[in-house]
């Protein structure tokens, strides 16, 4: 597989040292960019966010590989409504929007929603993958991204493990037919809860994807995102973006 840049989108944001400790893992590990995400009720303009942007600055400078970070919102909505009020009140605020989904409802609301960039854990206790062919297209036609987050398998045992195995499986069934942007984030709480991409892809390579999607999954989609979140203020209606003179 030809070297390129790895993406985890979804490492939970806690205060300044925390938050340095687990990028610097994740550096370590081979990830070049990383989002700290926050959930709604804690996501503020909090003190702590030039330093942290600096520190990582120093970071990329002197570390082998690479490194640039980013913040991201994460909503979990009690019905649908709540998501039309979370990403009007934070879609000026932060360039990403994620929802936390598992209820029916949510996920077809959040495939539905412009406004959405990522809809994580559709799966989400749940018997089922939480997506079926509507809500695929609807992911595909908004161009939400479905986010699997690696910890529910790091951190599930016997048989739960296995039901998020096979949702994995289903989801990923989907994406192949539909080809939805499809990502896989860490949700890591901590340096224990991440491990290398290169473990990360074997493990998805053995539910049924290839090296062309492993690429996309790992690199090119994540890249749209974050393209797409820096673009946003200039974006009209999708697919029309308003050119700077």
């Keep these: 597989m030809i070297k390129m840049m790895f993406y985890d989108l979804n490492i939970r944001g806690k205060d300044l040292q925390s ?14 960019h990383v989002n700290l ?40 909505p009690k019905n649908p409504n709540d998501i039309r009020k979370g990403t009007s009140k ?6 990403f929007i994620s929802v936390f989904g598992g209820d029916v409802k949510i996920n077809r609301m959040s495939c539905e929603s412009r406004q959405v960039d990522i809809l994580t854990r559709p799966y989400f206790k749940r018997y089922d993958c939480g997506m079926n062919h509507v809500l695929a297209k609807e992911a595909v036609e ?26 994995f499986r289903d989801l990923i069934k989907l994406y192949i037919k539909f080809k939805f942007p499809l990502i896989i984030s ?9 491990r290398s991409p290169k473990d990360v892809i074997s493990i998805f390579k ?4 290839n090296n062309e999607e492993l690429d ?30």
Excluded: M, W
């Excluded at 934070?90 to 360039?95: P, S």
């Excluded at 908004?142 to 048989?159: G, H, M, P, Q, R």
């Excluded at 790992?218 to 009209?236: A, E, M, S, T, V």
């Design 142 to 167: 908004n161009n939400v991204a479905i986010e699997l987050c690696f910890t529910d398998i790091l951190k599930s045992y016997s048989n739960y493990r296995s039901k998020i195995l096979s949702n």
């Design 90 to 95: 934070f879609k000026k605020k932060v360039k």
């Design 216 to 245: 996309d999954i790992f690199h090119n989609y994540p890249k749209n995102i974050i393209d797409f979140g820096y673009d946003k203020k200039n974006i009209i209606v999708l697919g029309v973006k308003e050119i700077e003179k």
């Design 37 to 76: 995400v926050y959930d709604l009720n804690n996501f503020k303009d909090f003190d702590y966010k030039k330093d942290l942007i600096s520190e990582v600055e120093n970071i990329s400078q002197f570390n082998k590989e690479k490194l640039s970070i980013d913040f991201a919102v994460e909503i979990n």
């Design 186 to 194: 860490s949700r890591a709480e901590s340096i224990f809860d991440i």
């Design 19 to 32: 938050d340095l400790k687990i990028i610097n893992e994740a550096n370590r590990l081979g990830y070049n």
């Design 206 to 209: 053995s539910l049924g994807l």
